[in-house]
């Protein structure tokens, strides 16, 4: 079983940058692959970025390549998500998510925080 809990939301101006953290619970943290999802409002919860757990391997959506930068501390049970250059459109609540497969696929997702809310201002 696996806790996550998510923080580092807040209210930003659009160009602004924050940055998520996401502590988890459990022993084998480090053989999880770890995600970051969101979900904008009337909107299906959508794919931002991974990291697979057995080699690094970062994946992406198009969305936010080059601007989100995911990233991991096993040592602290925690993975981050970076995010700079921020727009309007990244207004979302924004999800941790663990898995023990290498995928990007909302439903392989075992486990989830509770959220935290970003909100970009124009």
């Known amino acids: 079983q696996v806790q996550l809990v998510e923080s580092g939301g807040g209210l930003v101006q659009a160009g602004g940058s924050l940055r998520l953290s996401c502590v988890a619970s459990?022993?084998?943290?480090?053989?999880?692959?770890m995600g970051w999802f969101r979900q904008a409002p009337g909107k299906e919860r959508e794919f931002v970025t991974a990291?697979?757990?057995?080699?690094?391997?970062?994946y992406y959506a198009d969305s936010v390549k080059g601007r989100f930068t995911i990233s991991r501390d096993n040592a602290k049970n925690a993975v981050y998500l970076q995010m700079n250059s921020l727009k309007p459109d990244d207004t979302a609540v924004y999800y941790c998510?663990?898995?023990?497969?290498?995928?990007?696929?909302?439903?392989?997702?075992?486990?989830w925080g509770q959220g935290t809310q970003v909100t970009v201002s124009s």
């Open positions: 998510a663990a898995t023990l497969r290498v995928t990007t696929r909302r439903y392989e997702y075992d486990y």
């Open positions: 459990g022993r084998t943290f480090s053989r999880y692959t």
């Open positions: 990291i697979n757990w057995s080699d690094g391997s970062i």
